[in-house]
């Protein structure tokens, strides 16, 4: 396996891992009211835990989007057609930064140790969101990467390491370990 294949493969594992993690929070945690997020420690770590694995791997993905953004304008000439093309899908609705406002709004804006004030709704809205537009921004923007980068390119872009590969498999573990038994969530793709 070479390089970009090795990053493209972090990429899928990261949205693959974000779309489980979302969706077990929308699932387990729009099903609950206020009342029962408090009394129930483990509906409570989950929600912690998936909040922070979210957060993190959100801004991951907005980082990389602004690195590809400083990208095509420094690489690129103006007139160039691939400029356009990813200027136009990064103009798109669906940034990571517009998922994570929802994911607050769902988390209800509430710190650690407090109660959250949404409405159970707001999971259900945020995993719409990032399954649906969110998801299909990712789509394009991987479609226009795909043929076009280099290695060095890729790696720029980006920005996966040893280290972030390790943050995010210890994050994903923890989510798995909140989760109520007989409950799991899709492992890495072989390779990643």
């Avoid at 720029?156 to 798995?176: H, K, N, P, T």
Wanted: hydrophobic share 45%; with cysteine; charged share 25%.
């Amino acid at each position: 396996m070479n390089e970009i294949q090795l990053i493209r493969n972090q990429l899928a594992a990261e949205r693959q891992h974000a779309s489980a993690v979302a969706n077990a929070c929308a699932s387990a945690l729009g099903r609950a009211a206020t009342r029962e997020l408090t009394g129930a420690p483990e509906l409570a770590e989950l929600r912690q835990a998936g909040v922070e694995y979210l957060v993190c791997v959100l801004a991951w993905f907005e980082e990389r989007d602004q690195r590809l953004s400083d990208f095509a304008r420094a690489r690129l000439a103006p007139e160039d057609p691939a400029r356009h093309a990813l200027e136009e899908v990064l103009a798109r609705p669906g940034r990571s930064r517009d998922a994570l406002e929802k994911l607050e709004a769902a988390f209800g804006g509430a710190g650690a140790g407090t109660v959250p004030r949404a409405a159970p709704a707001l999971w259900q809205e945020f995993a719409e969101y990032f399954n649906s537009t969110w998801s299909a921004r990712r789509d394009a923007v991987d479609g226009l990467l795909a043929p076009s980068l280099r290695a060095a390119d890729w790696r720029a872009v980006a920005g996966i390491d040893a280290d972030s590969i390790l943050e995010e498999r210890q994050r994903y573990a923890r989510v798995c370990a909140t989760l109520a038994p007989g409950v799991t969530l899709p492992a890495a793709p072989p390779g990643s």
